[in-house]
RNA sequence: GGGGGCAUAACUCAGUUGGUAGAGUAGCUGGCUUUUAACCAGUAGGUCCAAGGUUCAAGUCCUUGUGCCCUCACCA
């Protein structure tokens, strides 16, 4: 990207430095009102003198008059600036006045003789002067690719784009609210990890200079926060940024956001009672209460019916509705493994189980559209999790379905360290290269001091937000997704 | 990574059969005291994504590369 400006521009803040004017003031405006507010209680502040600040998106001038549309954060309001109302000097840096430029407006609230509210300015202040031309005033910035790289142009050049993001931050809100309801703890755990787990996926490798040492980017802050139980903080939550080295797509970003949250003496059902109203929470946050009071969510022309309890199925149902087959019928089932192509990848429980789900995601995940919870899925494939008591085949454990995607993760977490420890062992024989990369020797130390049995749940936050916003890729609720850099 | 599509002015887009690059908005100059996509007149603005190739001639056809979008695979 190159600094070269419009010579035009460089002229106009030459000639308001030559004038005198700073065109990048320090002074913080005083007594500043908000565009919604003013307009909201004009008919009763009609008269009053009041300071508007906001960036210039439309101008309509005339010899000796000139309407200008202020926007803030709160919305749009019009100034009206008429040569003979406005004190000395402050007419003619219309002249120096280009769209996007920021100004403040001192001026008496009055209806123009259309009737529209206005502040009829007497003085104007230029705040910052910009040196590029915002996009068409009518069709905006629509580029995909230009709106996800100049983002900070996309924000005030789109309508809609504030608000939309704005709601992201409302339903961050909503879940830390949520959370708190039941007195759990915000904490920060660490990003760089000597050795990465928690998860399967690809990390990024990054490297500490002075210890020289090899560090991960986290791909899941869960076994930190589970080191959190052991010390006796009961409920604990993060809004993890997590990094993930994969492929990127409309529901992949390599960085996202995952809530986890941990609660000593509750378990994977009482998990699901949280998730359940967090993301009704999320979605009252988000916009999604409708007039007769019921919570829907449209997305990718489906309609979400968020009403409560939401259905909780149990994997083992699910498998046999939609694949067809008994999940603990062998016998048939490695005749279809052989007829769909799934190769059993080594010996053993875990082994078997992959290829067995490999099924399960194939057959039944597309068919949960949600929301709905399945619950105990097969153990081995459950590293982290408690098996279940009635039966061990099964772990404590469900995943949570809504729009076609898997937006949470929950388990009664595993706090045998011996099991823990052989699980760990076995993941690492794997010859998955996803899987993790060491032995975390430290957490099994620290369940070797004993962590109270403890629900855990993982959330994707993005995909929320993307299903309850009615956003059909990932991007468009990423203020920043990942671009290749661009040369231009 | 596989397959498909797109790339032209700051922004949004036209560009015919291969024949000298176009519009609207924004900008600039001038006019205008009630507009709200203001209006009127004038003016300026281009590495047609990049590099090759075919051709008398390429924005247009071909090849390769780059970026983005869609889709499949992997994942959350």
């Keep these: 990207m190159s600094t070269q400006y419009p010579e035009d521009r460089l002229q106009k803040l030459a000639d308001l430095r030559a004038a005198g004017v700073d065109p990048y003031p320090a002074a913080p405006p005083t007594a500043r009102e908000l565009a919604s507010e003013v307009l909201e209680s004009f008919d009763a502040r009609e008269g009053e003198v009041v300071t508007i600040c906001g960036r210039v998106l439309g101008r309509r001038g005339y010899g000796k008059l000139a309407f ?59 705040l910052c002067k910009a040196l590029l031309d915002p996009p068409a005033k009518w069709h905006g910035m629509s580029d995909v690719e230009l709106r ?26 909503s879940i830390r609210n949520t959370l708190a309801q039941h007195n759990y703890n915000e904490v920060e755990t660490p990003v760089l990890h000597p050795i990465y787990g928690g998860a399967n996926a690809r990390p990024f490798h990054t490297h500490h200079n002075t210890l020289d040492m090899g560090l991960y980017l986290r791909i899941a802050p869960e076994l930190y926060l589970k080191r959190l139980l052991v010390g006796g903080l009961e409920r604990v939550f993060e809004l993890a940024r997590v990094f993930r080295n ?58 979400f019916n968020l009403a409560t309890p939401f259905q909780r199925i149990r994997y083992a149902d699910a498998f046999l509705e939609h694949v067809g087959i008994e999940a603990t019928d062998r016998e048939a089932l490695v005749e279809r493994l052989k007829t769909e192509g799934i190769e059993v990848t080594g ?40 098996p279940s008591a009635e039966d061990p085949t099964w772990a404590e454990r469900f995943e949570f379905f809504l729009g076609g995607m898997e937006l949470a993760n929950a388990f009664s977490e595993l706090n045998d360290p011996e099991q823990q420890l052989e699980n760990f062992e076995r993941q690492v024989q794997d010859s998955d290269e996803e899987a993790p990369n060491a032995v975390d020797y430290d957490y099994v130390r620290a369940l070797a001091y004993g ?12 995909r ?18 990942l671009m290749r850099p661009d040369e231009d």
């Design 68 to 126: 200008l549309d202020l926007d803030d954060i709160s919305g749009r309001i019009q100034a009206v600036m008429e040569k003979a109302l406005v004190e000395e000097g402050s007419f003619a840096l219309l002249k120096q006045l280009n769209l996007g430029d920021f100004i403040e407006v001192t001026g008496t609230l009055k209806k123009t003789q259309k009737g529209q509210a206005s502040v009829y300015g007497t003085r104007m202040r230029i």
């Design 148 to 173: 996800a790289r100049m983002r900070y142009v996309d924000l005030f050049a789109n309508e809609g784009i504030r608000p939309h993001f704005l709601k992201r931050s409302a339903v961050l809100s």
């Design 246 to 303: 994969e492929g990127i797509s409309n529901r992949h970003n390599p960085e996202f956001t995952m809530l986890e949250f941990y609660e000593a003496y509750a378990d994977f059902s009482i998990m699901a009672d949280r998730t359940e109203q967090i993301v009704v929470e999320a979605a009252r946050a988000a916009g999604c209460e409708q007039e007769d009071g019921s919570l829907q969510a449209n997305f990718r022309e489906e309609n």
């Design 347 to 386: 010996e053993g429980d875990y082994f078997w189980w992959k290829a067995v789900n490999n099924l399960f995601e194939r057959f039944a995940e597309p068919q949960l559209r949600g929301p709905v919870f399945v619950t105990h899925y097969p153990a081995a494939i459950c590293p982290l999790a408690k």
């Design 451 to 462: 962590m109270p049995p403890a629900g855990g749940c993982g959330i994707g936050i993005d």
């Design 464 to 481: 929320l937000v993307m299903i309850l916003l009615g956003s059909d890729s990932i991007r468009d609720v990423l203020l920043f997704p």
